[in-house]
């Protein structure tokens, strides 16, 4: 019972920058940790940070020292900041929400990263 909408994709230069938000509501008592995967065309679904409502945070190799997730508990909301985009992180990004029992999906938000 929890939802989530993703905002902040869009097309920007390499080297740029975006803000991606995700705002949690519903069964929020639940969330034990949120993050964001990212899908690429042809490729898998990956993960790329997550974070537990203790501050803890785990990204993926190939965006650390430019991506950086936090959470805004109060809100209920997450971000990633990313810095320094490369085309190679042009993705679907999505916003997940688990649980021991349970994850929620976002609808996805695209991210370009192009001249």
């Known amino acids: 019972q929890v939802q989530l909408v993703e905002s902040g994709g869009g097309l920007v230069q390499p080297g740029g920058s975006l803000r991606l938000s995700c705002a949690a509501s519903?069964?929020?008592?639940?969330?034990?940790?949120m993050g964001w995967y990212r899908q690429a065309p042809g490729k898998q679904r990956e993960l790329v940070a997550a974070?537990?409502?203790?501050?803890?945070?785990n990204y993926v190799d190939n965006v650390k020292g430019r991506f950086t997730i936090s959470r805004d508990n109060a809100k209920n909301t997450v971000y990633l900041q990313m810095n320094s985009l490369k085309p190679e992180d042009t993705a679907v990004y999505y916003c997940?929400?688990?649980?021991?029992?349970?994850?929620?999906w976002g609808q996805g938000t695209q991210v370009t990263v192009s001249s």
């Open positions: 997940t929400a688990g649980s021991d029992y349970a994850r929620t």
């Open positions: 519903g069964s929020i008592f639940s969330i034990s940790a």
């Open positions: 974070i537990t409502r203790g501050g803890s945070t």
